[in-house]
C-alpha cells in the first residue's frame, strides 16, 4: 500500500537501527533506555486494579475526568503554573499526544517550527505530519545545550510561527532557569512565536527547581505546557499526560483530541489520580535515586578523563564522545563490551560528537556498565 | 558534601557501597563519607551491617517465632529490667516494648522449632514477670526489611529507546 506523500517523507527514527543492533545481543547492558526503570507506585497500580474490579471501562469526559484535572491544576502550582481544571487542562495519551495536538492544532501549512535539537525524535516528525516545516535550532555544548536568544537568532527562528522544545532535556540532561528562559521569552514576544513547552520530566530537575516559561510576563497566553505521568511517576506504559494553556488553545486541542481519542484511557486516570494524592513520597525516593546515579555517573566520568558538562535533569548524561565518530563508538562499544549507549545524532542537529547515557538503570548494572566502558577507553 | 542523612540513606539502600562509591553518588570527597561513617558509629546511630537473607532457599531453613509476652510490673522491676533478662540470649533476634494487647513482641530465630519451643519454655515462660507467652511460628516471608522475596518486576522494556 501506498502511503501518503507526507507519511513518505518521514524516514524512519534514527534509533531504530541501533535498537535491532542491541537486541541482537543477549548481554547487554543498556544504557539506551529512555523510560524509567521503576515500575509505578503500587498505590497507583492498585488504583488502576481497583478501577477495572469495580468496572471502571467507560470513557471519561473528553477532557479527562474532572477530579484528575482538578488534581493536576494543584500539582503544577508547585511551578507558579495556575491553569483552570474546567477550561485550561486537557488530558491526553501520553505526553506524546498533547505534543502531536499542540502541532495539529497550531501549525498551517508551510508554518516554520523551530525545534530545538538535540531533542526527542518526534517533534520533527510530529511537524511534518502537521504540515509545518521543521527549522533545527541547533543548541551547543558550550550553552551546556541550553536554548538561548543567540542560537535562535542564527538558526533563522525569528521567521518561526512556533518554537518546540524539551527542558530538562532528552537527550542532554540540561535544564534552564527562569533567568535563562526569560531570553527565550523576550525573543517569542518579540518575534510573536508560539511555543510548546514539552515539561515532561519537570520534577527530575537536580539542581535548581523547575522553571516553566509560561510563568514569564506575556508567556501564558502563547504557550501550551506539555507535562504527565510517565517519567515521574514511571506509568510510561500507562500513557497519560496533559497539557495546559489559555481555553481558546485547549479547546481548539480538545477539538481534534475529542474526535480522534475521545479520552484518554480511563484505567491509566484513575493510577493518575491516585499518583497525584498519595504518591509523592514514592516520587521523591525516586527522584533521590536517580540523583545520585547522576552524580555516581558524572563522578565517573570525570575519573576517566571523558568529558561532560553537569546535567542538571531527566535521566541522562550527554558526555562528549572519548573518540571519533559517536556512531562508530556506539557501535564498537556494544559489539566489545555489550555496553547500549546512543549515538547523540539520533537526536537531532547538534547531537554529532555525544552520546546519550540513560542512567535509569540499577546502580550495579550502571556500574558494571561503567567499569565495562573504562576498559574500553583506556 | 555529604550529610548523615545521604550517608544513612546510601547505606539503607546498600551497606556494601563502597567508600568511593558513596562519595560519588553524593559528590563529596572519599575521606568526608569516611569520617561521617565513623561517627554514625562512634555515636552509635549505625550499630552494624548484616546481609538480608531469605532463609527459605538455604538447604537447613532457619525457624523464626514472633513471640507476645505480657509481664506483670512490680515496685521492684521495671520494663527495661526484663527487657534485658530476655535479650541477652543469642537466639533473640529483636525485642520490642509495643502498645495493644501484650507488651512485648520478641522474635527468636533457631535451627528447629524443637529448639525455639525449648528455648521459649525453658528460658523466657519461666521469667517470673512474665505471665504470659504466645508464639507464632513464620511460616513464609514475603518482605524483609523492605526487600520484597518474590520481585518479579523483570526488566521488559524495550533494550533501547527514544
Redesign the interface.
Same mark, same amino acid.
Given at each position: 500500500m501506498r502511503a501518503a506523500d507526507r507519511v513518505d517523507r518521514v524516514g524512519p527514527s534514527g534509533i531504530r537501527r541501533f535498537f535491532e543492533l542491541a537486541e541482537e545481543r543477549e548481554d547487554v547492558i543498556s544504557l539506551g533506555v529512555g523510560e524509567p526503570d521503576f515500575a509505578a507506585p503500587w498505590a497507583a497500580r492498585d488504583a488502576a486494579i481497583t478501577a477495572l474490579e469495580r468496572g471502571r471501562t467507560s470513557y471519561t469526559a473528553n477532557r479527562g475526568k474532572r477530579e484528575l484535572r482538578m488534581a493536576v491544576a494543584d500539582h503544577v502550582e508547585q511551578y507558579g503554573l495556575a491553569y483552570d481544571p474546567d477550561e485550561e487542562i486537557l488530558v491526553t495519551a501520553g505526553a506524546s499526544e498533547a505534543v502531536d495536538l499542540a502541532f495539529r492544532s497550531f501549525i498551517n501549512p508551510g508554518d516554520t517550527v523551530a525545534v530545538a535539537q538535540p531533542c526527542y525524535v518526534s517533534y520533527a516528525p510530529g511537524v511534518e505530519f502537521a504540515g509545518g516545516e521543521v527549522l533545527p535550532v541547533r543548541t551547543r555544548r558550550a550553552d551546556e545545550f541550553k536554548l538561548t536568544r543567540e542560537v535562535l537568532r542564527e538558526s533563522g527562528a525569528a521567521a518561526a510561527e512556533m518554537l518546540v522544545y524539551c527542558y530538562p532535556n532528552n537527550p542532554t540532561g540540561a535544564t534552564m532557569t527562569h533567568e535563562e528562559l526569560a531570553e527565550v521569552a523576550a525573543f517569542a514576544r518579540e518575534h510573536d512565536i508560539m511555543v510548546v513547552s514539552d515539561e515532561i520530566y519537570a520534577a527530575l530537575s537536580y539542581d535548581h527547581e523547575h522553571a516553566s516559561i509560561a510563568t514569564l510576563p506575556g508567556m501564558r497566553e502563547r504557550t501550551i505546557v506539555v507535562n504527565g505521568f510517565s517519567k515521574a511517576y514511571a506509568m510510561t506504559g500507562l500513557r497519560l499526560g496533559y497539557a495546559l494553556g489559555p481555553a481558546d488553545g485547549i479547546g481548539a486541542m480538545n477539538r481534534i483530541h475529542q474526535y480522534t481519542m475521545l479520552s484518554a484511557p480511563t484505567t491509566a486516570q484513575y493510577a493518575a489520580i491516585e499518583a497525584l494524592e498519595s504518591c509523592g513520597d514514592e516520587l521523591a525516593a525516586m527522584r533521590a535515586e536517580y540523583d545520585r546515579r547522576r552524580k555516581l555517573v558524572l563522578s565517573r566520568f570525570e575519573e576517566m578523563g571523558i568529558d561532560c558538562f553537569r546535567a542538571r535533569g531527566a535521566f541522562y548524561a550527554f558526555p562528549a564522545c572519548p573518540s571519533g565518530d559517536a556512531d562508530a563508538f556506539a557501535e564498537a562499544l556494544l559489539e566489545e563490551t555489550g555496553v547500549a549507549m546512543v549515538p547523540g545524532t539520533a537526536f537531532g542537529a547538534g547531537g554529532e560528537g555525544h552520546l546519550r547515557v540513560s542512567y535509569a538503570t540499577g546502580i550495579d548494572e550502571l556500574k558494571e556498565a561503567l567499569d565495562r566502558l573504562e576498559r574500553f577507553v583506556s | 558534601m555529604s550529610s548523615r542523612a545521604e550517608v544513612l540513606?546510601?547505606l539503607d *539502600?546498600?551497606a556494601r557501597y563502597s567508600i568511593e #562509591?558513596m562519595?560519588?553518588?553524593? *559528590?563529596a570527597e572519599p575521606d568526608e563519607v569516611r569520617a561521617t561513617l565513623e561517627q554514625l558509629e562512634d555515636e552509635g546511630i549505625v550499630q552494624g551491617y548484616r546481609a538480608v537473607t531469605d532463609g527459605s532457599k538455604l538447604d537447613e531453613e532457619p525457624v523464626r517465632a514472633v513471640v507476645e509476652l505480657n509481664v506483670t510490673l512490680d515496685r521492684e522491676t521495671s520494663y527495661d529490667d526484663i527487657a534485658e533478662r530476655v535479650a541477652r540470649f543469642p537466639m533473640v533476634e529483636s525485642l520490642q516494648l509495643v502498645s495493644g494487647d501484650f507488651d512485648f513482641m520478641l522474635t527468636v530465630d533457631g535451627d528447629s522449632m524443637r529448639e525455639v519451643s525449648a528455648f521459649i519454655s525453658n528460658k523466657v515462660a519461666p521469667v517470673p514477670e512474665i505471665t504470659q507467652t504466645v508464639t507464632h511460628y513464620v511460616m513464609t516471608t514475603y518482605k524483609k526489611q523492605g526487600i520484597n522475596f518474590d520481585d518479579g518486576?523483570d #526488566?521488559d522494556?524495550? =533494550?533501547? =529507546?527514544?
Open positions: - | 540513606a546510601l *539502600e546498600n #562509591d562519595a560519588r553518588q553524593t *559528590e518486576h #526488566d522494556r524495550l =533494550s533501547v =529507546s527514544p
